[in-house]
């Protein structure tokens, strides 16, 4: 078996570990931060994520916080209408065989985090700052801010949209900068009028503008996030800002959403940031995963998605996998996730553009095409995303 470098200890990359861990091989985890945490508020999971979740054997766990709502429901934020709505109980589950569900981001990282402490094989090391990466035919070696040396046999850089493995292995500079500025605050669930505790995902789009809510927290709290098209050329990652700024910036917003977005405390903004897809996340034995490889936009709800389905895959290649064959394992499992990340990272832009932030006829139409969905068709639109659970077979418990 081998020792693998897990560069970063978020959501991709304690997956990432567990996977590997499930198949015997041994795991370091190196995290820049002094300690393994997850920041942020809510997070969609769709039933792929859940397909993930199960093969990693901590599906139970997140499902014990795990909010499942109703429907996904698109409204016009300038008319007040619902568009169209997606129920996601009898018949949806039936067809993707898992719940769609919203959590806190911290109540998906803690399943993973205890996994990883609980096992053997799985070593995490925090303010552990990588700087770089050298290999040969006998292994890779990441070097640390401090000059530490860490070797292994393969290395998987999941540190995230700025990584640093990425920037060695492709080069290819900052992210992109989307020209959206989004901002978020969860509050308590008490402060939120009866009339507004719906159990479900709701959008409301406007010209340039778009307002997401939803239950986390296992019911305890809301989620809150409204997005501006502004234009922002600067990347801003989790900057608190004034409660009135945002209220200001969203003045046009009336009726329902207005009287949710004025119950936020505490708001903080990002300007969202992804990548162009790019031909090939591997360097011998050195592979990306998560947003370190594919960085997309939020529109599709599918990034955490998108890094636990490349956990189980690559954990299903290194299965019986010996030192000898890490490079060609590594590439098999770039080439089986690149169309599948790809597509995903363009069809989350183009919803940020067409479906969102339409404004004019291109809203009209936008809202007559909905409309004409029927609950089947809307299945058959998100089954190529929802449905995916590849036979790679089972990893949770493989070996113990």
């Known amino acids: 078996m081998a020792r693998i470098i897990v560069v970063g200890g978020g959501i991709g990359g304690l997956a990432a570990a567990l996977s590997a861990e499930r198949q015997g091989h041994e795991v370091v985890v190196l995290e820049r931060r002094r300690a393994f945490e997850e920041l942020g ?11 993930a979740l199960d093969r990693l054997g901590v599906g139970t766990d997140v499902r014990d916080k795990a909010v499942f709502i109703d429907e996904l429901r698109l409204m016009d934020g300038v ?140 019911g305890k709290y809301l989620n809150l996030a409204v997005t501006r098209d502004d234009g922002a050329t600067v990347a801003v990652a989790g900057e608190p800002v004034e409660r009135d700024r945002v209220l200001a910036e969203f003045d046009e917003v009336g009726g329902t959403p207005r009287r949710l977005l004025e119950l936020g405390q505490g708001w903080r903004t990002w300007v969202l940031c992804d990548r162009d897809p790019v031909g090939d996340w591997t360097d011998g034995r050195v592979a990306l995963l998560g947003d370190a490889a594919h960085p997309m936009l939020q529109y599709a709800a599918q990034g955490a998605c998108m890094a636990l389905e490349d956990a189980v895959v690559l954990g299903g290649f290194l299965q019986g996998c010996g030192t000898g064959e890490i490079v060609p394992r590594l590439g098999r499992y770039a080439a089986e996730r690149h169309d599948r990340t790809a597509k995903a990272q363009l069809v989350a832009r183009e919803m940020g553009r067409r479906l969102y932030h339409a404004s004019g006829r291109e809203a009209e139409e936008r809202n007559a095409m909905m409309a004409a969905f029927s609950e089947t068709e809307l299945y058959e639109k998100v089954d190529w995303l929802h449905g995916f659970a590849p036979p790679v077979g089972p990893i949770a418990g493989a070996v113990r």
């Open 79 to 218: 008319s007040g209408k619902r568009m169209a709505h997606m129920p996601l109980t009898g018949a949806y589950r039936a067809r993707f065989g898992n719940p769609y569900a919203v959590v806190h981001r911290g109540d998906l990282y803690e399943p993973l985090l205890r996994a990883c402490r609980e096992a053997a094989r799985v070593e995490l090391v925090a303010g552990a700052s990588v700087t770089g990466y050298a290999q040969d035919v006998t292994g890779a070696t990441v070097t640390l801010a401090d000059g530490t040396a860490v070797t292994g046999d393969a290395l998987i850089g999941a540190d995230g949209i700025r990584s640093v493995i990425r920037a060695q292995l492709v080069g290819d500079g900052e992210p992109r900068v989307s020209g959206h500025t989004i901002y978020r605050s969860v509050i308590p669930m008490e402060q939120v009028p009866e009339d507004l505790r719906w159990n479900t995902v709701t959008l409301w789009a406007g010209p340039k503008w778009h307002f997401v809510h939803y239950t986390i927290g296992g």
């Open 41 to 51: 508020a809510g997070i969609q999971l769709g039933p792929n994520a859940f397909w």
